[in-house]
T-cell receptor, first 115, second 115 residues
């Protein structure tokens, strides 16, 4: 069965510093990959997604992610973070082999941006 | 465009009681999802509907959980009887298509506490 591992449960970082949130998934077959963000007291919203094509995907709020098939990774990056980026970030995989393209979420990484 | 609506936002019950949650997806969205998010974990898919048919309910504890999607629009999730381990946030999401490539739009969730 497909699984998603987010390697860091918490990432503290100073404002304007770069950040990378790591995500690995278990299967080497073609999957769809997503990053969702959950701001405090809000619902999850999509940051970006990879379906096919270019391995570098750009999303909202200056985030980008790189798909690496050989390493089964989809790490999220931002060159300079803001206080407002403090939130929980979830990596998710949708497996087209399952009838409903079942989505599996990682456990989340809490990004804490300090002034 | 109105988002995904859920009610109630909070619910506290005692074990062995029953509880029901309601979700109204975004108009025109074919796929509706119910997730369980336990504190410190990522969302776990309980059941997925496409229109009013069930596509995946492999992780739904069917001895106590039930769900229906009336006329392919809004949905209810019921727990009867509740156990302590059911304490979690129950998220409803919807997406326009059925291919797994579409963004899921999440509601604010219902926080259930079982005492």
């Amino acid at each position: 069965a497909q699984s998603v591992t987010q390697l860091d449960s918490q990432v503290p970082v100073f404002e304007e510093a770069p950040v990378e949130l790591r995500c690995n998934y278990s299967s080497s077959v073609s999957v769809y990959l997503f990053w969702y963000v959950q701001y405090p007291n809000q619902g999850l919203q999509l940051l970006l997604k990879y379906l096919s094509g270019s391995t570098l995907v750009k999303g909202i709020n200056g985030f980008e992610a790189e798909f690496n098939k050989s390493q089964t990774s989809f790490h999220l990056r931002k060159p300079s973070v803001h206080i407002s980026d403090t939130a929980e970030y979830f990596c998710a995989v949708s497996d087209p082999r399952t009838g409903g393209f079942k989505t599996i979420f990682g456990a989340g990484t809490r990004l804490f941006v300090k002034a | 465009e109105a988002g995904v609506a859920q009610s109630p936002r909070y619910k506290i019950i005692e074990k062995r009681q029953s509880v029901a949650f309601w979700c109204n997806p975004i108009s025109g969205h074919a796929t509706l999802y119910w997730y369980q998010q336990i504190l410190g974990q990522g969302p776990k898919l309980l059941i997925q509907f496409q229109n009013n048919g069930v596509v995946d309910d492999s992780q739904l504890p069917k001895d106590r959980f039930s769900a229906e999607r009336l006329k392919g629009v809004d949905s209810t999730l019921k727990i009867q009887p509740a156990k302590l381990e059911d304490s979690a946030v129950y998220l409803c999401a919807s997406s326009f298509g059925t291919s797994g490539t579409n963004e899921q739009f999440f509601g604010p969730g219902t926080r259930l506490t079982v005492l």
